[in-house]
């Protein structure tokens, strides 16, 4: 069997690591899913609010998604910039 | 623009031995600052009691920011419309750059920290300025004292984050784009099309959900977040003070 060289061997886990991160989108979209259907329910029992509530929900669904763009940047520097080669 | 090898800014003018040097990103954001102040001269000329033609789209503008304003803060402090409306206005021009086929200013991390960093001045400083160097230490050890370094890792994490989630939505869209543009060119090489056929009309959805959906909504949410933090350092103090 030939022999793997290491920046290879590191790059090819760089990307099965940056493929992990995508795990991070489900707890976004568990999340994000379960504030809109609050948002909905509030609108449903109050229909003349529904400005407020759109707003307020779109702001709490871009903090939930904070934590999903720190795992795309982590996935995109790992791919883009392949840190790890350098510090072989 | 849409080369997935060189995805961050470019060099233009670099000083002495090219170690200082000016990328896009500081040429495009005065660009953006020049727009922005010669639209607020040539909206403010002439000014009339009774407004008619563009005064009144301005003063719609400057009523939506101040009801904004007063909306998240409290009456007491519209003097913070200004620097809201300006940081909104900055944001809605620079995010969407990329549909003018440039690069966003704030998909380079610098700006985007740039401006977090002077949120985060703000709301020290008027924390400070209410509270006192002193009452702000004993309100941040409030209950028990061995909160003190969960609230200074808390207020050291704020602007972080913020910066962060500007710069990585923008980026990511910048990236999306790209992508989306690089595979449509492979197509219309692969069809043999004369012209670039598929890259016309295809990208016209995600134009509008990247570079005009996403940098309001940006935008809409960090001028938010600025309120909501800045206004929390206020509101403290008038809670425990006796005035």
Same mark, same amino acid.
């Given at each position: 069997?030939?022999?793997?060289? !290491? +920046? =290879?061997?590191?790059?090819? &886990?760089?990307?099965?690591?940056?493929?992990?991160?995508?795990?991070?989108?489900? @707890? $976004?979209?568990?999340?994000?899913?379960?504030?809109?259907?609050?948002?909905?329910?509030?609108?449903?029992?109050? !229909? +003349? =609010?529904?400005?407020?509530? &759109?707003?307020?929900?779109?702001?709490?669904?871009?903090?939930?998604?904070?934590? @999903? $763009?720190?795992?795309?940047?982590?996935?995109?520097?790992?791919?883009?910039?392949?840190?790890?080669?350098?510090?072989? | 623009?849409?080369?997935?090898?060189?995805?961050?800014?470019?060099?233009?003018?670099?000083?002495?031995?090219?170690?200082?040097?000016?990328?896009?990103?500081?040429?495009?954001?005065?660009?953006?600052?020049?727009?922005?102040?010669?639209?607020?001269?040539?909206?403010?000329?002439?000014?009339?009691?009774?407004?008619?033609?563009?005064?009144?789209?301005?003063?719609?503008?400057?009523?939506?920011?101040?009801?904004?304003?007063?909306?998240?803060?409290?009456?007491?402090?519209?003097?913070?419309?200004?620097?809201?409306?300006?940081?909104?206005?900055?944001?809605?021009?620079?995010?969407?750059?990329?549909?003018?086929?440039?690069?966003?200013?704030?998909?380079?991390?610098?700006?985007?920290?740039?401006?977090?960093?002077?949120?985060?001045?703000?709301?020290?400083?008027?924390?400070?300025?209410?509270?006192?160097?002193?009452?702000?230490?004993?309100?941040?050890?409030?209950?028990?004292?061995?909160?003190?370094?969960?609230?200074?890792?808390?207020?050291?994490?704020?602007?972080?984050?913020?910066?962060?989630?500007?710069?990585?939505?923008?980026?990511?869209?910048?990236?999306?784009?790209?992508?989306?543009?690089?595979?449509?060119?492979?197509?219309?090489?692969?069809?043999?099309?004369?012209?670039?056929?598929?890259?016309?009309?295809?990208?016209?959805?995600?134009?509008?959900?990247?570079?005009?959906?996403?940098?309001?909504?940006?935008?809409?949410?960090?001028?938010?977040?600025?309120?909501?933090?800045?206004?929390?350092?206020?509101?403290?103090?008038?809670?425990?003070?006796?005035?």
């Amino acid at each position: 069997m030939p022999l793997i060289t !290491p +920046e =290879a061997f590191v790059l090819g &886990l760089s990307a099965i690591a940056a493929a992990c991160i995508g795990l991070a989108a489900v @707890g $976004i979209g568990l999340g994000q899913g379960y504030a809109a259907g609050k948002a909905v329910e509030g609108v449903a029992r109050q !229909p +003349e =609010a529904q400005g407020d509530i &759109l707003k307020t929900m779109l702001v709490g669904q871009a903090v939930a998604e904070t934590t @999903g $763009i720190f795992a795309f940047l982590i996935s995109m520097i790992l791919l883009f910039v392949n840190p790890l080669v350098g510090m072989l | 623009m849409h080369d997935l090898n060189h995805l961050g800014p470019r060099i233009i003018v670099g000083f002495g031995d090219g170690s200082v040097f000016i990328t896009e990103t500081v040429f495009f954001a005065m660009i953006v600052a020049a727009v922005m102040i010669v639209l607020a001269f040539w909206s403010t000329r002439r000014m009339e009691q009774q407004p008619k033609g563009k005064q009144v789209i301005v003063e719609m503008i400057v009523e939506g920011i101040y009801k904004l304003t007063e909306g998240a803060m409290g009456k007491h402090n519209s003097h913070f419309a200004p620097y809201v409306g300006t940081l909104f206005i900055f944001l809605l021009l620079s995010n969407s750059l990329g549909m003018w086929g440039f690069r966003p200013v704030t998909a380079d991390v610098n700006t985007a920290f740039a401006l977090s960093l002077t949120t985060a001045f703000l709301m020290q400083y008027n924390g400070i300025r209410t509270m006192g160097f002193i009452g702000k230490i004993k309100h941040m050890s409030s209950p028990y004292p061995f909160m003190f370094p969960l609230k200074i890792i808390e207020e050291l994490s704020f602007p972080i984050s913020l910066g962060f989630r500007l710069f990585g939505n923008i980026l990511g869209g910048a990236i999306v784009m790209a992508l989306i543009f690089t595979a449509l060119e492979t197509g219309s090489h692969a069809l043999h099309l004369p012209i670039p056929l598929l890259q016309a009309v295809i990208p016209l959805p995600f134009n509008l959900f990247f570079d005009v959906f996403e940098p309001i909504l940006q935008a809409f949410i960090f001028t938010m977040l600025t309120m909501v933090f800045v206004s929390m350092e206020i509101i403290i103090h008038g809670t425990e003070d006796h005035h």
